[in-house]
């Protein structure tokens, strides 16, 4: 009998091993006039060599890039190409050139497991540090200067498209070919045209310097001053820095590095924060990142169940004045928007997230059950809200935190031209059946496209509140949104047909759009009634790319066939044609 193969492994999750340039592709319908000339990226791990033998999670694999670039042609009008490409960090170099590593670092799944012994964890990091240190001095492989795999999201800043992960700096890769160009520490990347003057860099000298090179995987671009605002997370003191990124255009070009979040009291789990036009937001997880926690025998990350959550909120320019609100333990993965309103008092600022009540995920996607006291009877995730008050008004709580709609809510995205404002439109994944906070990785595929009219619930929701922390707006099931036929509906779903899965979609207005959501959502599918009776996608399996219509969630009304597959996989976002042009120069490729 074959071995089982873990489930990050097997079907449309299994890595693809071929890279391919600017492949042309066929289509069916149309393609709107606005697509011409952008592309669609999407990131995801794609391990470069798996080790069965050893632990996997489905954060650890080497990242890869998957884009169709809709080229224009003069005759025709438009030539869909398809292009991926590994993201070429200092782990998957020396991978590449010496594939016995396999894997560098230790799994994630390896630091998160209860049954992991102390001995098994400091064998797995002493490995690491020998392998890298060995690369260094030129022994094995190619230098390790960076552990990041650079495999969760891809965004523009500045002329600028980043690669990201939280273990290491964004690595900035070029359009529409997808290669990679090099580190971005903060002024510059590796591989631009450098100058004569001291750059600005995250981090500093040192082992301290290389773990507050540790950024979010989810830096958040202001579109009107294209300011980029990030953090860093670590396990040591003053474990969470901040830091803001000008556009170099900009008339008040201050970079701020690594400025102190004051009030983290340990290393703390953190994959996103909330940014508005005046504030950002940080977000206090009870899920710990500790190594010392192996000298009382327990995993280096650990989920309190009867710990707190807290938001510290403060203006976008001064950290160091952070109020804090607290709140009952969840898991917070992604926020949604943030936004700023102007009352008498003051100004209040307003949070959309999608909160788990537990941490199941984070298991489920190493294949591990999560330990029960980690688990609620009944596990949710959810399109959340929060209001927090003016910063003079006391005391100091949360004025509404209630869920929109129960259906479940991941990979939620707003169009990036109306981030930080109020908008009456947000866009996510669902599934008819399961929760991505339910503990079986079959649960998690999504086979429905969210269209939530956050301006409607919300204005239900503060005319008559829910209750606090657990209440809700609207109370239907998905399958009661999708039998509904009001035209009005706050919720509409796009459902693909059985056994077609999505990944996350994007948006793209229309140029003369006629309201808010009048334009398209783009996502990768895949149908896996290809894969064979044993569950394994055939090397001819292929995904496609779908057009949907926005306003109405119902009509595709373009298909892009892909030459292969693309496995499931994490964030992805639109680039359109004016990012791709102005890009800034390179001198280098990383090779």
């Known amino acids: 009998m074959a071995p089982k193969k873990h489930p990050y492994h097997a079907g449309n999750y299994a890595p693809i091993r071929t890279t391919l340039s600017f492949q042309p592709c066929s289509y069916e319908g149309s393609i709107p006039h606005e697509l011409l000339g952008g592309q669609y990226v999407r990131n995801g791990s794609n391990p470069l060599q798996v080790d069965t033998s050893r632990n996997f999670h489905w954060f650890d694999g080497d990242g890869m890039l998957t884009g169709v670039f809709f080229e224009r042609i003069a005759q025709t ?49 002493v490995r690491a540090m020998a392998l890298i240190v060995a690369s260094l001095w030129g022994l094995v492989a190619r230098p390790i200067r960076r552990t990041s795999t650079a495999n969760t999201n891809v965004l523009h800043h500045d002329g600028r498209v980043l690669a990201t992960n939280e273990t290491g700096p964004p690595m900035r890769v070029l359009l529409p070919s997808l290669r990679t160009v090099g580190w971005f520490t903060g002024s510059r990347a590796e591989g631009e045209p450098t100058d004569e003057k001291s750059q600005p860099y995250f981090g500093g000298p040192g082992v301290e310097g290389f773990f507050k090179e540790m950024t979010t995987a989810h830096p958040h671009v202001d579109p009107r001053t294209d300011e980029m605002f990030l953090y860093h997370a670590t396990f040591l003191a003053p474990f969470v820095t901040y830091s803001i990124i000008p556009a170099e255009r900009s008339a008040n070009r201050t970079v701020r590095l690594n400025r102190p979040v004051p009030g983290f009291q340990s290393g703390k789990i953190m994959h996103d924060l909330g940014v508005s036009r005046k504030h950002t937001v940080m977000i206090d997880l009870p899920v710990s990142l500790d190594p010392f926690n192996l000298r009382h025998n327990r995993p280096v990350v650990k989920y309190d169940l009867h710990g707190q959550t807290r938001f510290g909120v403060f203006l976008r ?37 999608c909160r788990m009540n537990g941490v199941a995920p984070l298991y ?67 599934m008819r059946t399961g929760d991505f906070a339910k503990a079986f990785i079959s649960n998690f595929k999504v086979d429905c496209l969210v269209k939530i009219d956050v301006a409607a619930l919300l204005a239900r929701g503060l005319f008559d509140p829910p209750a606090q922390v657990d209440g809700c707006v609207d109370k239907r099931s998905i399958s009661e949104v999708l039998v509904s036929d009001d035209k009005d509906d706050p919720i509409k779903v796009f459902a693909l047909p059985d056994e077609w899965y999505a990944q996350e979609c994007s948006f793209i207005p229309r140029k003369d759009g006629k309201s808010e959501d009048d334009g398209w959502l783009v996502t990768y599918v895949f149908d896996e009634s290809q894969l064979d009776d044993g569950g394994v996608a055939p090397e001819d399996s292929r995904s496609e790319l779908w057009i949907i219509d926005a306003v109405g969630m119902k009509e595709v009304v373009g298909r892009v066939i892909l030459p292969q597959r693309v496995p499931y996989g994490m964030h992805g976002n639109w680039f359109p044609e004016e990012q791709i042009l102005g890009q800034r120069d390179i001198e280098r490729f990383r090779k």
Request: hydrophobic residues 35%; contains cysteine.
């Open 77 to 125: 009008g438009v030539r869909p190409t398809f292009v991926n490409q590994y993201v070429r960090t200092d782990v998957h170099d020396a991978v590449a050139r010496y594939p016995r590593l396999h894997h560098i670092t230790p799994s994630v799944t390896t630091l998160i497991s209860p049954t992991s012994t102390v001995f098994r964890v400091m064998m797995e990091v």
């Open 317 to 353: 320019y001064e950290p160091e004045k952070i109020e804090w609100y607290t709140t009952g333990p969840c898991m917070i993965m992604h926020t949604v928007n943030t936004w700023d309103e102007e009352t008498f008092n003051g100004t209040q600022v307003h949070l959309l997230l």
């Open 364 to 430: 489920h996607m190493g294949d591990l059950e999560a330990p029960k006291a980690t688990t609620p009877a009944s596990p949710e995730c959810r399109l959340y809200y929060y209001q927090f008050p003016p910063a003079k008004e006391f005391p100091k709580q949360i004025t509404h935190q209630w869920a929109l709609s129960a259906i479940p809510f991941e990979f939620p995205h707003v169009p990036h031209h109306l981030q930080m404002t109020q908008t009456r439109f947000v866009y996510g994944n669902s």
